[in-house]
Structure formats: C-alpha cells, structure tokens
C-alpha cells in the first residue's frame, strides 16, 4: 500500500517536471525564433519609395550604372547592401542632369553646400528684365551677398523650355541652406506674353526685379551686341524706321518694341501686385551701384551687406566693378561683351525715337511711382 502511494506519487511529479521543462523550453525558443525572423526581414532589401522615376533610377544605380553621373552614388549604394542598409534616396539627389547648353560655368555656377547639406527649391525671386538693361551686373553683384545663390547661365525656363516641367527647372537650381533665397536671371521673361501666368503657376508669392534703362539707349546697346555677330546687318537708321520719309516707328523691331515698357508691365500687372515687383534703374546701377543694391536688399528681405566698400569705377569700361568676386578675393569686371562702344547714330533718328517713347515712358513713370529721368 505504501509503496503504491510512492509510485503515484512519483508519476505527478514527473509530470509536473515534464511541464515546467517544456514551458522553460519554450521560453528559450521564443527569442531564438523572433531573432531569426528579424534577421530574415533586415536581409531582404525593402522597396524603394518614391515615384516611378525614382524607382528606375535606384534600380540602375543598384546594377551599376550611373545615369545622373555622380560616380559616388553607385559604389556607396553597393557598400550599403553589403552592410545590410538599404537608403530611402530623395527626389532631390537623383535628379538628371541638365543639357550641356544649360549647365552653368564654374565662374558662375551657384555655391553647392557639401554632400548632405541644402537642397535644390524652386526660386522664389527672379530677374526677369529687360534685355540690355543691366541684368548681368545686378546678379553678379547679388551674388556677393552670401543668403543668395543664383544660376548663372539663364535657364529659359519660362519662354522656351516650359515644356521640360518643374522638376526639371529646379534640378538646374543650386543648393541652399535654411533662410537663403535661389535666383535667376532671364531678360527675355519680361517681354513674354506667356511668362507672367506660367511664373505665377509656380509660386504667386515669387519676387520680380526689372532692370529697366532709358529705352533709346537700350534700343542702340541691343543693335551694337547684334552687329558684333552680324556685321552685315543693315543701318541702326533703317530697321527704325518703316518709311524714313513719313518717320514711322517700326515697333515689330524687337530693339524698339522691348523699350515699350508700359506695354509689358500692363501684362504683368495681371498676375502680380506691384509692391511684389521692383524696378532698378540701369543708369543708377552705374552712377550709384551701393545705392540700388540696398534697394534690391530690402526688396528680398535680406540684411544690407553689400555696400560702398564692394565697388570700383572702372574708368576704362565706364561703369562699377567689385573688389571682391563672389568665391574669389581678386577684383571681377564683367567680361569683354559688356560696355561696347556705341555706333555713331544720326542724332535726327535719336530725337525722333525720343519723341516716340515718350508718352509711353510717362505712362510707365505713373506705373510704377517713380520717374527715371529719362526725357530730360
């Protein structure tokens, strides 16, 4: 009898043995098995997010091509795999690069920030004219201030090559950091019909800079950089005039009908308030470059850096030079096409031309509440 209560009872404690060494089994299982599972998921490369273009882009970096070009990316993206990483890669790093005509010389080429650092936006200021005005100098001597970064080469953008798309327009934009302003430049802008809705499409908060000049003396600088490319044009005179006898403007003529200012800003003033446009003076942007800077500064919301102490006269080119280039401590003057020397012009065509601008200048004075001085 005893000894079958000790059997019994031996049988309930091994089964209470057998429980608690299968529980304690289990317990050292369940980790081992969720380790395996996680070190499975990190093996398997995860899918790349972004849109069909980043997609492919990814997927012929990761097979050992380059199509942007950056020999970095390729092997990085190799050493990453090997480790076990896998990048989720922005827009902004597989963006295309722009056609050669479009790719800005290292002279004027924006400042890039270092790998990781800035990224590519849309401008949100842009100096759309006028041709012959000045528009070369304003940027160059923005490009000292150091909140700005600005392309060099002008894009076209909005006239010619709208139909690339935005993401294209912004992968030819420098870098920038937090609280800097990205800019370009295209004279051509201001006297495209088109322009003004297709800039107000991107932002309607986008800041525009015109640089305007007395438009006979723009008119005869126009003709001058086209008869140093065409030497056999006709007379300044005679693509003036429709008939000479009767005295008829030819307004078709793009050298004359760019002058008309009140004609283009009326377009404008369709899509933008004024006080979101500003108008440099070509004139004292020679006599008095510190002066319209500080106005241009202010425009941009940015601190007045650039000074008196940035300038130079050039006596020999007859207008201001920086002391100091952007990226460079050795003076800059713009190059060998800026400041060509006028052709003598009949001073009888200077008048009548004068005389035709005229109202149009008055209109544009009372536009855009100052006066220029260009009918004294």
Not at 206 to 217: A, Q
Not at 220 to 234: N, R
Not at 302 to 311: G, M, N, P, Q, S
């Amino acid at each position: 009898m005893a000894f079958s209560r000790v059997r019994k009872l031996d049988a309930r404690s091994r089964g209470i043995l057998f429980r608690k060494a299968v529980v304690m089994l289990c317990s050292l299982l369940a980790p081992l098995i969720l380790l395996h599972l996680l070190a499975e998921r990190c093996a398997s490369p995860s899918p790349v997010r972004g849109s069909p273009r980043t997609k492919r882009l990814v997927s012929e970096w990761s097979a050992g091509s380059d199509p942007a070009g950056r020999a970095v990316a390729g092997g990085a993206l190799a050493r990453a795999r090997a480790g076990g990483m896998v990048w989720h890669l922005p827009e902004e790093s597989l963006a295309p690069p722009a056609p050669p005509h479009l790719v800005a010389s290292p002279r004027f080429a924006g400042k890039v920030s270092p790998l990781g650092e800035g990224s590519q936006k849309l401008p949100q200021a842009l100096i759309i004219g006028v041709k012959k005005g000045g528009t070369r100098a304003l940027l160059e001597f923005l490009r000292v201030h150091p909140d700005i970064r600005a392309v060099g080469a002008e894009p076209h953008f909005f006239d010619r090559n709208y139909d690339y798309g935005l993401e294209w327009y912004r992968d030819l934009m420098p870098k920038t950091l937090e609280g800097q302003i990205t800019m370009e430049k295209t004279p051509s802008y201001f006297v495209t019909r088109e322009a003004p809705a297709r800039i107000s499409a991107m932002s309607r908060d986008t800041k525009l800079i015109v640089v305007v000049r007395d438009p006979v003396t723009r008119a005869i600088s126009d003709y001058t950089q086209t008869l140093s490319k065409k030497p056999d044009i006709p007379s300044f005179e005679s693509l003036t005039f429709k008939n000479r006898t009767t005295g008829l403007i030819d307004t078709s003529w793009s050298a004359i009908q760019i002058g008309i200012y009140a004609k283009h800003l009326d377009n404008w003033l369709q899509y933008f308030p004024m006080d979101q446009i500003l108008f440099v003076s070509g004139e004292r942007l020679i006599s008095d470059p510190a002066g319209e800077l500080g106005r241009v500064q202010d425009f941009l919301g940015l601190k007045r850096i650039i000074t008196d102490k940035h300038f130079y006269f050039n006596q020999t080119k007859g207008f201001p030079c920086l002391k100091k280039a952007e990226g460079s401590s050795k003076p800059h003057c713009l190059g060998k096409t800026k400041g060509r020397t006028h052709p003598n012009i009949d001073p009888e065509v200077v008048q009548r031309l004068r005389d035709f601008y005229r109202p149009f200048n008055m209109k544009f004075y009372q536009m855009t509440g100052r006066f220029f001085g260009w009918d004294n």
